[in-house]
């Protein structure tokens, strides 16, 4: 049986963790009994069960003439281990933890970025799982329902209330309300009438409609933004590590090194076989990649925690040396800069009076507008009456009898049809200017009043964007919902620019070209900001968007707060540069070491052992441990204050 990465990491670990406890307790002069036999046995089980694929790569590499990070953990481990068994055979101290910790703290790094693999595969497949299983076909003059892979272009398909569009089309009969937030990102229902296209798996709201389908299949919108996705991930290049690039030199030079050190020593300098092979031995194990195995994981983890407790989940390291380069930060709209959720903001009459008739109509309806004006009347208190004799107008409202008095609700095209006062004009146009809503109000054939709704900006979104101008980045918010809501809603955040009307199929393309001008972050939250996630060089979801938007996204927001963005880019920035610090000291041990292993002080008193070799490869895993650590001091944006939001 295969293990995956993570369950080796958890075996190796256990097996690992008796050398863990001697290397803690040794300080106080204490040994565990059998310690060799243990460390011996243990680490041999760690070798057999993870060490080994690296091996096998190392070797690969190898007959290409290359080097990689598993060369390097190859020839560390197998020569920790084989001089630690040679050592333990010959009465000499043994360094079997160097080859076992050094296999554990690189299975971790494997195992996250497996893991960060299978959660993109995901996301395709809950992108898939929108769809619908079956359609309503005309057939023989009655509805049947019909597979999905069998509707056809040219179908007849009739959609109910609160029911899926099956595959896009165009209504050929009815009227309706559909929720297109998830595909198109327009933040408020779209009615739909005869000649209308309608979209494959958004929500048909309050009417019964009757379309002729037109794409279906791998056609329809649903099914480009999975292979938007998909090809996104596929042609996404992967980063290489700053430990590969550098370890494609450092290997082999050790391994001259070594060679070089134990030719001199015994050819030139007449020394015994046996003295030679320790100078030798003693430069292999100082430049054993303890310090390098951990330089990587353990800034991670420690970044990667203290973000978590800051509300930002960051899912892989590659995400952290794109962060370094970010010129520009893109914003999704709905849900993301802005609640995704409409909200009265002004009422013009008698507050009291509008709401009550409005309420009164709107009680049972299911539109998102509706619900605005309910949730306004319950935070009002405000005690209404109901209505009865319900009567649709024609795309324009419904009109219904309140208390004995002919009552109407509805949009700005009611204007044409009942008297509006030249004040109420004034005020309807400055509240459309500002890219809302505006429902009428009318009581006796006369408009009362008027109730305006929008989607607006998160408390947080214009102290987000200040932050991350104040840091020199470009912010541009792109969206699917029109130009003039567009417009207000980034004039409100301050947006440096706005790119509105978008579609989902597009998102992805303006992306690309904004990163013309430099690596670009991409803020968002549902299905349809999916492939620019996937295309941007950062992808930042937000905590409460969809799940396929978390899958695509490489940092996540849990707390829905666009401050998050600006943690998460200082908190990355932060750890990639603390991992580039573990390198360099990590690389310094081995400057400063390797000669002094391979004895060019003698001369003056100064030799290195194996067992001093590993004393101070052991030193250099501690400070570069203690380095990880101190990033837990590291100042942060926002970082007081959300610490007492987490106590």
Known sequence: MKLS?????????ILASPMLLQMVLMPFHWMMPGYNWIAFITTTMVMLVSAVSYWKSAWAAFKHHNANMNTLVAVGTSVAYFYSLFAMMTGRAVYFESAA???????????????????????LGKLMSLQVKEAEVLSKGQYVKTPLEQVQVGDMIRVRPGEKVPVDGVVTEGVTNI??????????????????????????????????ATKVGKDTALSQIV????????????????????????????????????????????APAVQAMLFAVSVIVIACPCALGLATPTALMVGTGRSAKMGVLIKNGQALEEVNDVKTVVF??????????????????NQEKVLQVAASLEENSEHPLAAAVMAKVSEAKITYQKAKKFKNIEGKGVKAVVNNQKAFVGSDKLSNDYLLSDEMKKQMAKLQNDAKTVVLVGLNEKIIGLIAIQDTPKKTATEAITELRSRGLKTVMLTGDNQRVAQAIGRQVGIDQVIAGVLPNEKA?????????GKVAFVGDGINDAPALTVANVGIAMGSGTDIAIESGEIILIQNDLLGVVRALDIAKKTFNRIKLNLFWAFIYNLI??????GILVGIGLQLSPELAGLAMAFSSVSVV??????????????????KVTA
């Not at 030199?249 to 007449?270: C, D, E, K, Q, R």
């Not at 709209?333 to 002004?346: E, R, S």
């Open 179 to 212: 929720n297109e937030s998830m595909v198109t990102g327009e933040s408020m229902p779209v009615v739909k009438k005869i000649g209308d296209n309608v979209i494959g798996s958004t929500i048909n709201s309050d009417g019964m409609i009757i379309f002729r």
């Open 227 to 270: 292979e938007l996705v998909r090809k996104a991930q596929t042609s996404h290049a992967p980063i290489q590590n700053l430990t590969d690039r550098i370890s494609g030199i450092f290997v082999p030079a050790v391994l001259i090194a070594a060679i070089l050190t134990f030719v001199i020593w015994f050819v030139f300098l007449g």
């Open 332 to 349: 999704d709209k709905t849900g993301t800069i802005t609640a995704g959720k409409p909200v009265v903001t002004d009422v013009v009459g």
């Open 101 to 123: 910790l050094v296999t554990v703290f690189v299975l971790l790094g494997d195992a996250l970025e497996e893991r960060m693999h299978h959660s993109a595969s995901n996301a």
């Open 509 to 517: 393309d303006h992306v690309k070209a904004l990163q013309q001008s």
């Open 5 to 13: 990465n993570m369950k080796k990491f958890w075996l190796s670990l």
């Open 593 to 598: 070491g390797i000669p002094i292993s391979a």
């Open 626 to 643: 203690t380095s990880s650590l101190l990033l837990n001091r590291s100042k942060i944006a926002g970082d007081h204050e959300n610490d």
